[in-house]
């Protein structure tokens, strides 16, 4: 029987994390392990883990903050070594809805009997107050004929997709032996965008319809820095830009590159005609590092990178 572990990845969100762990533990579908992933959090996130009694629950403590990138490269790679057949990885945002976890399981059968591979299968997100959220790009692979192909899976329930992102996506074990693990250089912003791009180059993701969760605090739009105002969220644009400039150069045409780059340098000059010469150094930076960043692809025997180490348990359960 195949074996499901659900990733956690959490930093400084206790009230989130506890509501996260709550579905998880309410699945029609019992995981066979929890793991959370600590982000090297700094409030009291380590007390409430410790205080907690969910059975099979493992907890991680990274020794500094690595970004999302870099705590979910930790994620996959520790349910990896804890032998997942599956792993099931969100943020501590994420609200799974009781059949969650038991509809991707299903789906995943259903194509597995109908013979169609797959390199992950994800949830609908939806906000609070029940607009679609997190979006994942529908495949555009043509048939034989010069027709898009992807209608054909809605037979089952399901919809052939490429980019994505970490908001309850289920990995299987093939798919991280074959494409290795999310790029932690990456630190933050698009690490989901690559590897999702990554693991569908030839066979798709499918969106399945009837998995539902909800991601909270997700009903600001698309970042833009211009609107942007937290001085803790400012810093973090330049690996926004950075790694968008990086993805599109892997992934898309050089005309799409050319277009982001435009669309970047515009973006500066406006910045600077509102005298808001912070922020268009920020985008500055991002966009002649993006053209110099060529992180390598880590897979699951590479050496854990230094910045990850060491990581130490301070909860865990028997199985």
């Known amino acids: 029987m195949s074996k499901v572990i659900a990733v956690i990845l959490t930093y400084n969100r206790q009230d989130l994390l506890q509501l996260c762990l709550a579905s998880i533990y309410s699945q029609t579908c019992i995981c066979d392990q929890v793991i959370v992933v600590d982000n090297a959090s700094n409030d009291n996130t380590q007390k409430m883990l410790s205080e907690m009694d969910y059975p099979n629950l493992k907890v991680y403590l990274l020794s500094k903050n690595v970004g999302a990138a870099g705590g979910f490269n930790a994620g996959f790679r520790l349910a990896y070594q804890e032998g997942a057949d599956y792993i099931w990885m969100m943020d501590d945002d994420v609200i799974p809805e ?13 194509l597995d009997e109908n013979g169609i591979d797959r390199a992950y299968l994800i949830s609908t997100a939806f906000t609070e107050n029940g607009y679609v959220t ?3 790009s529908i495949n555009k692979k043509m048939n034989h004929i010069g027709y898009k192909d992807w209608p054909k899976f809605a037979q089952y329930g399901v919809v052939s997709v490429d980019r ?5 996506i289920l990995v299987p074990r093939g798919t991280i032996d074959r494409y290795g693990l999310p790029i932690s250089d990456m ?14 180059e030839d066979v798709p993701g499918f969106v399945v319809g009837a998995s539902k969760v909800m991601h909270l605090r997700q009903e600001k739009g698309v ?23 990086f993805v599109t150069k892997k992934y898309r045409p050089a005309r799409v590159v050319v277009k982001i780059m435009c669309l970047d340098l515009y973006m500066i000059l406006k910045l600077l005609r509102r005298r808001q010469l912070k922020k268009a150094c920020i985008v500055t930076t991002g966009l002649v590092e993006g053209f110099l960043f060529s992180p390598e692809i880590e897979y699951i025997d590479s050496p854990v990178k230094s910045q ?8 865990c359960e028997s199985l």
């Open 187 to 200: 630190f933050i912003w698009g690490e989901d965008t690559e590897y999702t791009l990554r693991i569908t």
């Open 164 to 168: 994505a992102t970490f908001v309850s």
């Open 134 to 136: 997190n979006s994942p």
């Open 98 to 110: 009781p059949y969650a976890l038991q509809r991707l399981i299903e789906a995943d059968s259903t």
């Open 223 to 245: 970042l833009n820095i211009i609107s942007e105002h937290s001085e803790v969220r400012l810093k973090y644009y330049k690996y926004l830009i950075r790694n968008r400039i």
């Open 308 to 315: 990850c180490l060491p990581l130490r348990i301070y909860k």
